[in-house]
């Protein structure tokens, strides 16, 4: 992938990059960074933790969440030196975005490149909203015929997964005509306080499980398969969730643009980030140890709803209706990008045609809404074919363990560190550069394995 352009460092004209610098008064501070930060991070990713701990046993799983959140770390401080140039300290030119900066830093091919993995993971994160949003409410249904008939009764609901899905992108073709970012800050605020309490509510219940039960389950090695082979692709498997889970790269830069000066940004960025990365290490090692603890080799590929909870089934529901609001915010906040780059692209192709620029304002009951025929076809195209990928894997670790493997070598490790390296001018083959390519090539072979681990498990899961 080191396909950088000869003299194109400037990938930016100044002008260009000062017409991108568009916030007029930065007020954010060292808290509001940090719950920036804590609201990207942590969503539905956290329910797999508990199932990626369970297969990577007492010793491999709190090591493994340790170990990428060092790795998320040292990305954070590497990106928040980039945030100014051509110099780290005095700028005087911002970059307020991850795409910017590797243009600015690495060049339009790799910008290019970059943008491949960005939106297949905005896309990716849609189906696995979707799968996730069906299987909670199977959940609901579940958990109150349990209730019901007792817990020995077949309350399966399998068959009406795919209606569960049809029925969110329905939700999500009228969400989707929210115009842009600007017009939703209630949605993510809404999102934001649904992924803790929820995952609160899994954290609360697991530890409950354990008083019960006055025992720690779980062993060194983690849950047994059925043979060594299969012990190593769902190792493998583990790990991709855990990728999933941790990085913030995508947004660093835009929440260090929003940081006020003095003291610098990247000081402020990086205290926020260490904050943020230990406060989310110890929710996280939480969740997936204790839900271990809980549950042992029975442990569900997602705490809430792979039944190992059954009461109080009023808080099952209650933590499952938190988790579909939190996605019905979650896919809105990760497809607005898409649909911006798919509009955007068209206007400029297409200025004239009336069918992609005009509005019309539809007005009923006082309430004025405006609406755009390109809009609402490319949008609903864009959800149908999310659902439809989602009926065709619904499969909730497997699909997580893609998307985390794919998108975490080259966002969270390879570009910050070319980055790295033009910005302080590294020397090559000096310490600092080896550690550096060192530090790149681990995390790849890393990401390459459950890569392949979570393909196999994906595969193997629509085959059987």
Request: aromatic content about 14%; proline content about 4%.
């Amino acid at each position: 992938m080191d396909i950088k352009e000869k003299n194109e460092s400037p990938g930016f004209r100044p002008t260009e990059l000062q017409l991108h610098d568009s916030v007029s008064a930065r007020t954010g501070k060292l808290w509001t960074a940090v719950a920036h930060i804590i609201t990207g991070v942590i969503g539905a990713g956290v329910l797999s933790l508990a199932w990626a701990t369970a297969e990577l046993g007492w010793i491999g799983g709190p090591a493994a969440l340790i170990a990428f959140a060092g790795v998320t770390l040292v990305s954070a401080f590497l990106l928040s030196d980039c945030y100014l140039f051509p110099d780290a300290d005095n700028g005087p030119l911002r970059l307020n975005s991850f795409s910017q900066a590797v243009k600015v830093y690495l060049g339009k091919k790799n910008q290019i490149v970059c943008g491949v993995f960005v939106y297949i993971s905005l896309i990716g994160v849609g189906v696995a909203y979707t799968i996730v949003t069906a299987t909670c409410i199977r959940a609901i249904f579940r958990s109150n015929c349990y209730h019901r008939k007792g817990h020995n009764a077949t309350c399966s609901y399998e068959d009406k997964n795919n209606y569960f899905m049809l029925l969110f992108g329905v939700l999500q073709i009228f969400m989707s005509q929210i115009p842009n970012f600007h017009n939703m800050l209630w949605l993510s605020v809404v999102a934001a306080i649904m992924s803790f309490a929820y995952s609160s509510i899994g954290l609360g219940l697991a530890f409950d499980r354990i008083i019960e039960k006055r025992q720690i389950e779980g062993s060194v090695t983690g849950s047994p398969a059925e043979n060594r082979g299969a012990k190593v692709w769902l190792v493998f498997q583990a790990l991709g969730n855990i990728a999933f889970s941790y990085p913030f790269s995508i947004i660093l830069l835009e929440i260090q643009d929003t940081l006020r000066s003095p003291p610098p940004e990247k000081q402020t960025m990086k205290k926020a980030s260490t904050a943020a990365v230990f406060i989310t290490t110890f929710f996280y090692l939480c969740c997936g140890c204790f839900g271990y603890a809980a549950f042992g080799d029975a442990t569900p590929g997602n705490l809430l709803t792979g039944f190992g909870f059954y009461e109080p089934f009023w808080l099952v529901d209650f933590a499952n209706a938190c988790i579909v609001l939190h996605l019905v915010g979650g896919y809105q906040v990760y497809s607005q990008p898409i649909y911006a780059a798919m509009e955007r692209g068209l206007t400029e192709k297409y200025p004239q045609n009336k069918f992609i620029t005009k509005f019309y304002g539809l007005s009923s009951l006082g309430v004025t809404v405006t609406l755009s025929p390109m809009r609402l076809c490319l949008r609903t195209m864009y959800v149908v074919i999310i659902t439809g990928v989602s009926m065709l894997f619904p499969y909730f670790n497997e699909v997580l363990g893609v998307l985390g493997a794919l998108a975490f070598w080259p966002l969270a490790v390879y570009f910050p560190v070319e980055m790295c390296i033009l910005q302080k001018k590294i020397p090559v083959w000096t310490r600092k550069w080896i550690l550096l390519r060192a530090f790149s090539l681990v995390c790849l072979l890393v990401s390459v394995l459950a890569l392949v681990g979570s393909i196999y498990g994906l595969v193997g899961a629509k085959l059987r």
